[in-house]
Nanobody
Framework: QGQLVESGGGLVQAGGSLRLSCAAS????????MGWFRQAPGKEREFVATITWSGGSTYYANSVEGRFTISRDNAKNTLYLQMNSLKPEDTAVYYC????????????????????WGQGTQVTVSS
């Protein structure tokens, strides 16, 4: 059974940086599209970023484009999210997810397309 475990969250001042990690076990991330989502209190889970199984393409939500960078280290079976220039509105629980690399278009921004999820890590940005 595949498992994803996030780490690296915490409290940071606005303008600061954090690097989230997502360690996978029981599944090989090189066979999956990997994504980051976030959920703030009282809001629905929203797409943040995705990197394709090959690492050849990345996609970002407009709200984080230019500030966040998603990357993967297949040798370490780990996904990363580098977050710079953080804003209070980035405060949320951040989740990593794995979606199967099948034929056809992968709807990367839709949570239901991912079949493995981590437990989440809290990111709090103070103003």
């Amino acid at each position: 059974q595949g498992q994803l475990v996030e780490s690296g969250g915490g409290l940071v001042q606005a303008g600061g940086s954090l690097r989230l990690s997502c360690a996978a076990s029981g599944l090989t991330i090189s066979s999956y599209h990997m994504g980051w989502f976030r959920q703030a209190p009282g809001k629905e889970r929203e797409f943040v970023a995705t990197i394709t199984w090959s690492g050849g393409s990345t996609y970002y939500a407009n709200s984080v484009e230019g500030r966040f960078t998603i990357s993967r280290d297949n040798a370490k079976n780990t996904l990363y999210l580098q977050m710079n220039s953080l804003k209070p509105e980035d405060t949320a629980v951040y989740y990593c997810a794995a979606g199967p690399a099948l034929h056809g278009t992968f709807l990367y921004s839709i949570p239901s397309k991912y079949n493995y999820w981590g437990q989440g890590t809290q990111v709090t940005v103070s103003s």
